[in-house]
């Protein structure tokens, strides 16, 4: 069956340092990922969008890669800030799919 | 730009009650989702609307969940009658133009606890 797999754990980092989240897929061909933010008691917002023919996306301090061999993206926030702490949810969708599927997500706390 | 308005916030009903959630997209978008998500879990897709007719509900529990949009503009979801596995958050989102690829924009969302 078609699952996705984010960190099963919450992860803790310290400010500064670089915060790297896993999202894992299985049973997807997915044309395109997506990853959000999710802030308590608030809707995901878009953060970052990453094609199959793409290895790499920067936006700023956020890196997404997608390696469709390891059915994997990494999701990583370069010199991370108390700020940064949320939750983090990957969605797909395959290329005929009008829907996007998301993880159940990973919840990021950046210490300071 | 304002963004997507949901309503009311917050609900506690009992079970075998119903509920409606009201929805008002960001202005001109013309495909409007419902999401259901349950604590712990990522949203899942309820129903999809292109303007004012469905285009995926597959996994919408049909006896009880409903939803409308009429105009193509505000929408509303029900529940009738509810049971405890429906408390959950009920996000709404939009989109420009339902492509795929195409940035969802989502409301703070209505959370549900039936008793």
């Known amino acids: 069956s078609q699952k996705i797999e984010q960190n099963s754990e919450a992860l803790n980092i310290q400010e500064g340092k670089t915060a790297t989240l896993t999202c894992n897929y299985t049973?997807?061909?997915?044309?395109?990922l997506q990853w959000y933010r999710q802030d308590p008691g608030r809707g995901p917002v878009f953060l970052l969008l990453?094609?199959?023919?793409?290895k790499e996306k920067r936006k700023e301090r956020l890196k997404v890669t997608f390696d469709t061999t390891l059915k994997q993206s990494l999701f990583h926030i370069t010199a991370s800030q108390p700020a940064d702490s949320a939750t983090y949810l990957c969605?797909?969708?395959?290329?005929?799919?009008?829907?996007?599927?998301f993880g159940s997500g990973t919840q990021l706390t950046v210490l300071p | 730009e304002a963004g997507v308005a949901q309503s009311p916030r917050y609900k506690i009903i009992e079970k075998r009650q119903s509920v409606a959630f009201w929805c008002n997209p960001i202005s001109g978008h013309a495909t409007l989702y419902w999401y259901q998500q349950i604590l712990g879990q990522g949203p899942k897709l309820l129903i999809q609307f292109q303007n004012n007719g469905v285009v995926d509900d597959s996994q919408l529990p049909k006896d009880r969940f409903s939803a409308e949009r009429l105009k193509g503009v505000d929408s509303t979801l029900k529940i009738q009658p509810a049971k405890l596995e429906d408390s959950a958050v009920y996000l709404c989102a939009s989109s420009m133009t339902g492509v795929p690829m195409e940035t969802q924009y989502f409301g703070p969302g209505t959370r549900l606890l039936v008793l």
């Open positions: 969605a797909l969708a395959s290329g005929s799919a009008r829907q996007l599927t």
């Open positions: 990453i094609r199959e023919n793409e």
């Open positions: 049973n997807y061909s997915p044309a395109y």
